[in-house]
């Protein structure tokens, strides 16, 4: 997997969420509305879509080692 589509997680029940190191995109309103979703970590994301994290309030953390 190379990617988090559009709308994939939109307005889940998960409380955290860790990529694998092949996720280096996350798509336009990805997690919207995930209001559970208080941490996410992607080792190698280079690009987040528009609104991807938008009223997902609880997040708290996210997390990118990328460099790019």
């Not at 190191?21 to 970590?41: D, K, P, R």
């Not at 987040?48 to 460099?67: K, L, M, P, Q």
Request: hydrophobic share 40%; net charge negative.
């Amino acid at each position: 997997v190379q990617g988090i589509g559009d709308y994939a997680f939109q307005a889940n029940t998960i409380t955290s969420f860790t990529g694998t190191g092949n996720v280096t995109t996350i798509g336009n309103y990805a997690f919207y509305q995930s209001i559970y979703l208080e941490s996410v970590a992607f080792p190698n994301v280079v690009t987040v879509g528009e609104y991807a994290f938008a009223r997902s309030t609880a997040v708290s953390s996210f997390v990118s080692s990328s460099s790019a």
